[in-house]
């Protein structure tokens, strides 16, 4: 017998619809997806910083700091990437479920793994933001000094260099982070969300 067979799901009093009546707006995940050096977490701090001015319910899981703590326990070995994205998925099915417009700092650089995630929302709830830059661009970015460990062979199966990157194939939004500024970045995030009456 299974371990989970007397696992059920319960339904709270409160619903995801009544957070979003109470909250004045719907919830979803922005996940954010690009190389590294590519400005993810840079771009979702600021969409973050923008709902949080205007009294929107939202936060940001960024990849490094879930790694201090809810996956402390991966490596970067393929199985330990995917299971860092499934992890992060549940977590951000939970912020929705909650009413919380959810944004994720990943690289996340496998399409199935990135479907995967997709299937577990609702439509219009998982909106996937391709962040599009050159990696020679990334490279001489490099705010943590990991493309230059890479080379040297210091760091294995780094995206981009000894691991691949698969771009994503319909994402929601893309945004060519060597082209846009923030600001303009922020704001095609926002545009989207308000066209998708996600915001009022």
């Given at each position: 017998?299974?371990?989970?067979?007397?696992?059920?799901?319960?339904?709270?009093?409160?619903?995801?619809?009544?957070?979003?009546?109470?909250?004045?707006?719907?919830?979803?995940?922005?996940?954010?997806?690009?190389?590294?050096?590519?400005?993810?977490?840079?771009l979702a701090?600021?969409?973050?910083?923008?709902?949080?001015?205007?009294h929107?319910?939202?936060?940001?899981?960024?990849?490094?700091?879930?790694?201090?703590?809810?996956?402390?326990d991966?490596?970067?070995?393929?199985?330990d990437?995917?299971?860092?994205?499934?992890?992060?998925?549940?977590?951000?099915?939970?912020?929705?479920?909650s009413?919380?417009?959810?944004?994720?700092?990943?690289?996340?650089?496998?399409?199935?793994?990135?479907?995967?995630?997709?299937?577990?929302?609702?439509?219009?709830?998982?909106?996937?933001?391709?962040?599009?830059?050159?990696?020679?661009?990334?490279?001489?970015?490099?705010?943590?000094?990991?493309?230059?460990?890479?080379?040297?062979?210091?760091?294995?199966?780094?995206?981009?260099?000894?691991?691949?990157?698969?771009?994503?194939?319909?994402?929601?939004?893309?945004?060519?982070?060597?082209?846009?500024?923030?600001?303009?970045?922020?704001?095609?995030?926002?545009?989207?969300?308000?066209?998708?009456?996600?915001?009022?």
């Amino acid at each position: 017998m299974s371990i989970h067979s007397n696992i059920v799901w319960h339904e709270l009093m409160v619903s995801k619809k009544d957070r979003h009546i109470q909250n004045g707006h719907k919830s979803c995940v922005l996940w954010f997806t690009g190389l590294s050096g590519s400005g993810k977490s840079t771009l979702a701090n600021a969409v973050d910083y923008e709902l949080f001015k205007n009294h929107y319910y939202s936060y940001v899981l960024d990849g490094d700091n879930i790694r201090h703590g809810l996956n402390k326990d991966l490596g970067f070995q393929e199985y330990d990437r995917k299971e860092n994205i499934r992890r992060i998925g549940e977590v951000a099915k939970l912020f929705v479920d909650s009413g919380i417009i959810v944004s994720t700092a990943f690289i996340s650089p496998f399409q199935e793994d990135r479907n995967r995630i997709r299937e577990m929302f609702a439509q219009d709830e998982f909106i996937e933001i391709y962040l599009q830059c050159p990696i020679q661009v990334c490279e001489k970015r490099d705010p943590k000094g990991l493309y230059s460990k890479a080379r040297k062979g210091e760091i294995p199966h780094f995206t981009g260099i000894s691991s691949p990157y698969e771009k994503p194939q319909n994402p929601e939004i893309i945004i060519d982070t060597n082209q846009l500024s923030i600001h303009q970045s922020v704001q095609k995030v926002l545009a989207y969300l308000k066209e998708k009456q996600l915001l009022p």
